[in-house]
């Protein structure tokens, strides 16, 4: 039996690099031969063959076209049994390639990050992206959205054959011991019953931190905080 063949792809390295090296291993050690495609090169453990296209940051770019063309030709030559889709951008033009390559029996899921446009974007942006994920909708096969925003946009649009919503990417609770988190408390000068959120994101108005802060007020009072 053939070992099965899967395309990871991702606008840059960094994304690939900082976030899924854990999945990657996991598909390796389930025989799975994984491939990777983006700009730059990938250093992730368990990468069998690196793709080196990167994309522009635009949906109009011409290049991006050129490079969904030559990846269609990749992807008829290899014959991945699966491709694995993260971040808007890449996503649209790699399952764009595989609406040229001719879909066949490779599957194809989008991991959602956030789409790129809510009730705040203008009506023609959110029309031509709208539009953009309706093209290829049926090539794919999964979609997997970690909020429910981004859930309601999907099945309301009928962006995939199958639609599902999961709680975050989770935490690999055997890195973190209670003596670890008791030291960093009192290194911080946080009481061991203090409660602290946390949300790992760069501050931009596209993350929403004023969501956060706009709604700390409705956490229970029963709570001990922090007193600085």
Same mark, same amino acid.
């Given at each position: 039996?053939?070992?099965?063949?899967?395309?990871? =792809?991702?606008?840059?390295?960094?994304?690939?690099?900082?976030?899924?090296?854990?999945?990657?291993?996991? !598909?390796?050690?389930?025989?799975?031969?994984?491939?990777?495609?983006?700009?730059?090169?990938? %250093?992730?453990? #368990?990468?069998? $063959?690196?793709?080196? !296209?990167?994309?522009?940051?635009?949906?109009?770019?011409?290049?991006n076209?050129?490079?969904?063309? %030559? &990846?269609?030709?990749?992807?008829? =030559? +290899?014959?991945?049994?699966?491709?694995?889709?993260?971040?808007? /951008?890449?996503?649209?033009?790699?399952?764009?390639?595989?609406?040229?390559?001719g879909?066949?029996?490779?599957?194809?899921?989008?991991?959602?990050? #956030?789409? /790129?446009?809510?009730? $705040?974007?203008?009506? !023609?942006?959110? !029309?031509?992206?709208?539009?953009? +994920?309706?093209l290829? =909708?049926?090539?794919?096969? &999964?979609?997997?959205?970690?909020?429910?925003?981004d859930?309601?946009?999907?099945? $309301?649009?009928? /962006?995939? $054959?199958?639609?599902?919503?999961?709680?975050?990417? #989770?935490?690999?609770?055997?890195?973190?011991?209670?003596?670890? %988190?008791?030291?960093?408390?009192?290194?911080?000068?946080?009481k061991?019953? =203090?409660?602290?959120?946390?949300?790992?994101?760069?501050?931009?108005?596209? %993350?929403?931190?004023?969501?956060?802060?706009?709604?700390?007020?409705?956490?229970?009072?029963?709570?001990?905080?922090?007193?600085?």
């Amino acid at each position: 039996m053939s070992e099965k063949k899967v395309l990871y =792809a991702a606008s840059n390295v960094s994304h690939i690099e900082s976030y899924h090296g854990p999945y990657i291993e996991w !598909l390796n050690d389930r025989g799975w031969k994984v491939y990777s495609l983006c700009g730059g090169e990938a %250093k992730v453990k #368990g990468i069998h $063959k690196h793709i080196n !296209l990167g994309f522009t940051k635009s949906l109009f770019s011409v290049s991006n076209f050129i490079v969904s063309l %030559k &990846l269609a030709g990749i992807i008829r =030559a +290899e014959g991945f049994d699966l491709i694995w889709v993260h971040t808007s /951008l890449a996503a649209f033009f790699v399952r764009l390639a595989v609406i040229l390559a001719g879909k066949g029996k490779t599957r194809v899921i989008n991991t959602v990050h #956030g789409y /790129l446009f809510d009730d $705040k974007t203008s009506v !023609l942006k959110k !029309l031509l992206l709208t539009a953009a +994920e309706k093209l290829t =909708a049926p090539v794919t096969d &999964l979609i997997m959205t970690m909020n429910s925003f981004d859930y309601n946009i999907a099945v $309301k649009n009928r /962006l995939a $054959k199958k639609i599902v919503n999961i709680d975050g990417v #989770g935490v690999n609770f055997n890195r973190f011991i209670r003596h670890d %988190k008791a030291a960093a408390r009192r290194e911080l000068g946080l009481k061991e019953s =203090a409660f602290i959120m946390i949300y790992p994101a760069e501050f931009s108005e596209r %993350k929403n931190q004023r969501f956060l802060i706009e709604n700390i007020k409705n956490l229970p009072r029963n709570l001990s905080y922090p007193s600085r």
